[in-house]
């Protein structure tokens, strides 16, 4: 997918709108900083596969206790705050929380950066450009920190993970107030507090996981679909990647927690949920008590009655027969797989730390269009991995043909300080690699266009999330297959899930016309 498909599919407006040192056995709210490791106070390793096998087996508490404490609740009354969300839908769905835990405190929410007393920063360490973006946010906010010397300014999310950046941000950014891990979302009331009352910069990142902290409140974003959290971190070390450094060791949360939150949503009148991980196939595999795995849970929420049920990012390693069986089943489980490839090229795959090949990946595409015939895959590929030979590029190419898949994330590879792949010497120039994206992506563009095509004239069920951002006669949501349709059609259908004739393939989007008298498809 390039920048411009991109920004395509995000042309619709919303509908509507660990380390720990003591007071382990100390209820959450009643924790001090103290009772917390501080800044990197441990040692910041980079990631290690044979650390990784024993992180796995540290244990993990769930907490249940979370609140806010008395003094500081109503902190936030009179005041504002604007988050920045930068990234993945982790991220956004961690956005979520911090706006819910702020409105909790009294904080009401704003657009514009001018009206805030707090400004928050989610950040993106994914590659470098999105770091490039934070900073250059960090440096476009000076101005206004100093016309508002009590404006609190944070930095939080997956950057504020990486000692590099902290260390950055310490040195040449005295303007922010504040800055907190992956980990320590839940200790914002508590955060803000002592930014509030205190002179100095106030940073407190974990640079272990924490536990996992069930009942945090959330304001969500619309009231159509969200995102339920199953599992957290990453433990698969691939060699390009930060994540595992950044979210730490995967943890799953308790099938009952899962279920109750899909249940809940279902019942507000939700209409799509979407299960996010890291590597969600996973999940459970932390479980000493049972075993229940990502097909367990699958089958289990596919009797809950809530329309639509997706799930990301899968891996393919972990992707089971188990899961295979309970997907082919259907009903709320829509037929739509996301599985992340990378490369075509077995030996590409090896460097990468992937722990499978070319070979096995197409038996499992097999396996999963035999059992679900009408399944869309789309993937996630990586060009440009050191010293990528043309013809590993070409295996690449050949692969997408091979599986069709329908559309793909394409990515220059970009070095992270701290992963193994960052330490090779690389022999392929930046216009090489360019190059060899924009052929990956006129491929990806051509299949995407090929199977839009097979939709014209087709009657497609449409989840109808609001006016498209270009036009606000035209709406617009997303098919079973996850395909972007703008249509004309009645506002009142907003929210709700109706058929729509195709008039018109693009090559990211449908355009069609709603069919008179929808009632609405669950
Ligand atoms: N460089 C480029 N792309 C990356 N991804 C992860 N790490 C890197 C990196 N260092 C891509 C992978 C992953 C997606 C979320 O981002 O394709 O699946
Ligand atoms: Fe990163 Fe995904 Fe690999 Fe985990 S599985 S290391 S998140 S690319």
Redesign the pocket.
Known sequence: MNEQQRKEMSQIIPGDAADRKSGQDKPLKEKTSDDFAKYFETTYEPPNINKARKRGRDKINVHYDFGIPEDIANIGEGKKFLIRTYGCQMNEHDTEVMAGILTEMGYESTADKNEADIILLNTCAIRENAENKVFGEIGHLKPLKLEKPDLILGVCGCMSQEESVVNRIMQKHQHVDLIFGTHNIHRLPQLIKESMFSKAKVVEVWSKEGDIIENLPKVRHGKIKAWVNIMYG?D???TY?I??MTRGKERSRKPDDIIQEVRHLAAQGYKEVTLLG??VNAYGKDFEDVAYGLGDLMDDIRKIDIPRVRFT?S?PRDFDERLIEVLAKGDNLLDHIHLPVQSGSSEILRKMNRKYTRESYLELVAKIREAMPNTTLTTDIIVGFPNETEEQFEETMSLVEEVGFEAAYTFIYSPRDGTPAARKKDDVPEEVKKQRLYRLNDLVNKQSAESMKTYEDAVVKVLVEGESKNNPDVLAGYTERNKLVNFKGSKSSIGQIVEVKITEAKTWSLNGIMVENTVEVN
């Open positions: 990453c698969k070390f691939c990647c994540v595992p890291q590597n990012t891996h």
